[in-house]
Nanobody, 118 residues
Framework: QVQLVESGGGLVQPGGSLRLSCAAS????????MGWYRQVPGKQREFVAR???????NYADSVKARFTISRDNGKNTVYLQMNSLKPEDTAVYYC????????????WGQGTQVTVSS
């Protein structure tokens, strides 16, 4: 059974940085794509960033030039380096993993809270 475990969330002041990690276990295969989404109460979960197994990346416009996604394929782990954080980045951040580029099952972590406040 695949499990995604996030870590690295917390409270940070505006302009600060945080690094999120997501470790995948229970799969002997490398995931095609791994990524991050975020959600605030009362709103839909939104895309943040994604990286494929060959390193192709995509970012939401709201985080471009501030966030960097990376992955360690050998460890089935994805990271999200968040710099120049703003109060509007406050949300629960969820890790996501897709085993295949074709339609099919996708996996989610339990979420980690990021709060940007002075």
């Amino acid at each position: 059974q695949v499990q995604l475990v996030e870590s690295g969330g917390g409270l940070v002041q505006p302009g600060g940085s945080l690094r999120l990690s997501c470790a995948a276990s229970g799969s002997s295969s490398r995931f095609y794509a791994m990524g991050w989404y975020r959600q605030v109460p009362g709103k839909q979960r939104e895309f943040v960033a994604r990286i494929t197994n060959v390193g192709t990346t995509n970012y939401a416009d709201s985080v471009k030039a501030r966030f960097t996604i990376s992955r360690d394929n050998g460890k089935n782990t994805v990271y999200l380096q968040m710099n120049s954080l703003k109060p509007e980045d406050t949300a629960v951040y969820y890790c996501n993993a897709d085993p295949s580029p074709l339609p099919g099952p996708t996996y989610w972590g339990q979420g980690t809270q990021v709060t940007v406040s002075s």
